[in-house]
């Protein structure tokens, strides 16, 4: 499943990885998936969302999608 994706997205900076932030995962410009961060672990180049796509959630591999973010304004840095 893959969704049209928003102008409000912007590249993301994983050294400011933040649970909380909203995320598009993209492939081919097309997002496969868009959530909130809920677990990280930068270390391992990974992390948790509730995909607001398919309702379900998904491990978001840093080397599979190109990762774009919208960061809302309760955001908490993640460590990993």
Known sequence: MS????DK???????HL???DLIEARQN???????HIEEAHPDLGVF???????GS?????F????????RPAEA???TG
């Open 29 to 35: 410009q097309r997002v496969h998936h868009r959530g």
């Open 63 to 70: 080397d599979s999608f190109e990762i774009f973010f919208g």
């Open 9 to 15: 997205f912007r590249p993301y900076d994983f050294s």
């Open 48 to 54: 948790w969302i509730q995909d607001t796509i398919t």
């Open 3 to 6: 969704a049209l994706h928003s």
């Open 18 to 20: 933040c649970l909380g």
């Open 57 to 61: 959630r998904r491990l978001i591999d």
């Open 76 to 78: 908490v840095p993640a």
